[in-house]
């Protein structure tokens, strides 16, 4: 079959097929889509080359053999009127066209276009993305055996339907009517009711205050000249070269270069006249505002390792005196409620949960009143900073529970601050494997231990902190909560594998059903790892009785006023995205095939909110949060009516989904409340009510999955500690890509 091409008046280049019509409507050129509103205005006909075109094209479908021919049941209702094509009055070749067996000729959508580019403003990337897109739409794909138990019929059964009277325990209402919108009234912005803290003198200021000097008056004093403003370089060209020496990238070793050309230098009147000197003067004379990195041996059966630190009571000086924090700043604990009847509580940052306010209790019977929390976060993931030569980087990040989570998330506020590089060795010249985890554990803790020992006596006794608008109070900074991955969290809290990190459930009935387990007492660990002094079978033993791996002291042990096991945090992207639901993915995939769900994946509609996946979603590799983010929007609707093909009915599986991507995005929520926790709670048991469906199904034998028994910890987490957001690993595997990647 043949297809003239018609030539657009506006760009002057040829389109073979109907994409005239494509192309005038969503170039960016003025020319073109003034050529193209010919075609939508009243009266006027189409061109003689798109009407015979469209006539040819008609009268060929006409012509195909029987096997090729598309049969329809309805004939398709044309508005005489015409649209964008233009007026259908004057086209003499209209025929009915029907819907029948995919014809595997060419069709319109596998033309591309050929011809050479002329606007400007046009992205070649989206243009190849959409090419390849429309490839895939009308791709090919071979019949499939329809078995006995499959169903035939345009569409599946209501899945409601297929079971017996009485099997179907709950009803759920629908709405009569989709209910009117709500203006933007005082009921829907008004304040939360806040509950304060009893003791008023929480957090308040000393009586007694210091002669503060800010950091920016300090370099101002420190630079001494003030006529030159781009002190200390010596012009604007010095500065600005020196910006896009450090801002774009470019090697050491090509600045180097670049100003070893003779003239170079002086022309420009630089202050510097290679790398070394241009770090310097940054080191040296520029306010950094962070403390500087200390460097420590740590001998291993004969192997030394570096590690990288900073003091961490300077960091927390440092996050807690900036300046553009000090508005923001949380002293104390509080309590948050819909309305003055203190009926619906509410959870959003660290100062709302009850771990602060309990703290703060204990506290002040030991310490006294007046006395300020400062919540440690910490975070660590070893990463991958090469592609070929596996060479890993172990970053600690550190940030404050006083600073709000809306700050915290932002990169550009630097609201993190680099901690150290833990050393990243296997210790591959251990032979044994046993001692290598035990040592590997070991050093993983020796290092933190060394590195959060000042914790000890400041969160203890505390010290005196100035915040950014030089206002002092006595302070205790106390770790809190720990960010990381399954296999972070149980070297941090020295659990074995497979096991929960919070609570004492037993092995074998992980990922059973939401029934509450004791968390882990850690009084009872702490006089297990006290028997080190026993010998070395006593301290294994009692290490095994209490669940843990014998770590010689553990970096947690001596923190005042901590609890690693209550510090343990659920986290968004590793145990939702990229655990559960990625099991949940892989799992419907296995139950309706992977032909079926990629056929499926490609006959979604596109849209501007969702990614269509053009290749299916059974052959993606290394899949990333945000893909199964995107996947998550449109999982359940792709398989809704579809039958699964054993004949069982699919009832319990869309349940067992649905009640798994409720959970995904209740568990999103930037601000939860009493009501939203108990709907949590529903999801979580909709989901496991119906999961045996897929043991049903023979794709899982059980679910002793510990991302999926963590799911139960959710609501109490945020009682304690507050809404996920702030806990997200998201955003220190940003800060990999600035303190460890780019780095390397």
């Known amino acids: 079959m043949s297809i003239n091409a018609s030539v657009c008046g506006g760009c002057g280049k040829s389109y073979p097929g109907g994409f005239i019509f494509q192309h005038c409507r969503k170039s960016r050129n003025p020319a073109c889509q003034a050529y193209g509103k010919q075609f939508s205005q009243p009266g006027p006909t189409l061109p003689e080359t798109t009407a015979n075109l469209l006539g040819s094209l008609l009268s060929n479908l006409t012509a195909m053999p029987q096997a090729k021919q598309i049969q329809m049941g309805i ?24 819907l029948g067996e995919p014809h595997s000729g060419p069709s319109v959508h596998d033309v591309h276009d050929s011809g050479s580019i002329n606007d400007s403003n046009c992205d070649d990337s989206d243009e190849e993305d959409e090419a390849q897109d429309e490839q895939y739409e009308d791709h090919w794909e071979p019949r499939i055996d329809i078995g006995p138990h499959s169903h035939t019929g345009d569409r599946s059964p209501s899945p409601e339907l297929l079971f017996p009277d009485g099997m179907l325990e709950e009803t759920v209402p629908l709405p009569n009517a989709r209910p009117p919108p709500v203006a933007h009234s005082g009921a829907r912005t008004r304040e939360p009711y806040v509950k304060p803290y009893p003791d008023p003198r929480t957090g308040t200021p000393l009586s007694s205050q210091t002669l503060y000097i800010g950091d920016n008056q300090q370099y101002r004093e420190r630079l001494g000249d003030r006529s030159n403003i781009w002190a200390p370089f010596q012009s604007e060209m010095d500065w600005r070269i020196a910006k896009w020496a450090k801002m774009r990238g470019p090697s050491s070793t090509a600045f180097d270069e670049l100003l070893a050309i003779q003239g170079v230098h002086e022309k420009l009147g630089l202050s510097y006249r290679n790398a070394i ?57 509080e309590q ?67 600073i709000p989570k809306e700050i915290r998330r932002k990169p550009s506020k630097r ?42 006596s400041a969160g203890s006794v505390g010290s005196v902190f100035t915040s950014g608008d030089g206002v002092d109070r006595i302070g205790h900074p106390i770790f809190a909560a720990f960010v990381g991955d399954y296999p972070e969290q149980i070297l941090v809290t020295c659990c074995i594998s497979g096991h929960c990190p919070r609570c004492t459930i037993p092995r074998q009935r992980i990922g059973d059903n939401t029934e509450p ?24 033993s009692a290490c095994q009785e209490v669940g843990i791996k014998p770590v010689f002291e553990p970096f947690w042990s001596n923190l005042p006023y901590s609890n690693v096991y209550h510090s343990i945090t659920p986290d968004i992207l590793h145990q939702l995205y990229q655990g559960v639901f990625k099991h949940m993915k892989l799992w419907v995939i296995e139950a309706y095939g992977a032909h079926e769900t990629d056929a499926r ?23 990333s949060g945000e893909e199964h983010n995107q ?39 930037p601000v939860h409340s009493t009501t939203s926790l108990r709907l949590l709670e529903d999801a979580l048991e909709r989901f496991h ?55 390397y």
């Open 277 to 333: 000197d241009l770090n310097k003067i940054i080191d040296n004379k520029l306010p950094n505002g962070r403390p500087p990195f200390q460097r420590e041996e740590v001998i291993v059966q004969g192997r030394a390792l570096e590690v990288y630190f900073r003091d961490i009571l300077q960091c927390v000086r440092a996050l807690y005196g900036d300046a553009d924090f000090s508005e923001y700043l949380k002293y104390a604990p």
């Open 631 to 669: 996947i998550s929007h449109f999982l359940l609707g792709l398989i809704a009516d579809a039958p699964l093909p054993s004949g069982m009915s699919n009832v319990r599986l869309l349940r067992c989904l649905r009640g798994l991507i409720d959970f995904l995005f209740l568990a999103q929520y």
């Open 689 to 743: 009510a119906n999961k045996q469906i897929f043991v049903d199904l023979d794709i899982r034998s059980n679910f002793h999955i510990p991302k999926i028994h963590f799911l139960n910890h959710y609501v109490e987490c945020v009682k304690q500690l507050g809404t996920f957001d702030n806990f997200n690993t998201e955003y220190t595997e940003r800060l990999h890509i600035d303190m460890a990647k780019d780095a």
């Open 601 to 623: 994946c490609r006959r979604l509609p596109p849209n501007h909110n969702i990614r269509v996946f053009m290749k299916g979603i059974s052959t993606l590799q290394r899949v």
């Open 336 to 402: 948050h409620f819909d309305d003055s009847t203190c009926c619906e509580q509410l959870y959003h940052d660290m100062h709302t949960g009850r771990w602060w306010w309990s703290t703060q209790e204990k506290l002040d019977k030991t310490a006294g009143p007046g006395r300020t929390i400062i919540p440690i976060i910490i975070s660590s993931d070893k990463t991958q900073v090469t592609v070929f030569r596996n060479k890993t980087a172990y970053p600690v990040y550190m940030t404050l529970g006083n």
């Open 517 to 540: 387990h004791p968390l882990r007492r850690l009084r009872s660990i702490l006089e297990a790892l006290k028997a080190v002094n026993q010998g070395a079978a006593a301290f294994v």
């Open 75 to 98: 004939p398709m209702q044309v508005d005489p009127t015409g649209d964008f094509f233009g007026s259908y009055d004057g086209l003499q070749d209209d025929i009915d066209i029907s």
């Open 415 to 456: 609201a993190y601050i680099l901690l150290g590089y833990l050393p990243s060795s296997n210790l591959e010249h251990i032979k044994n494997a046993a001692s290598r985890r035990r040592s590997v554990t070991n050093l993983f803790h020796s290092c933190m231990r060394h590195i959060m020992k000042p914790l000890e």
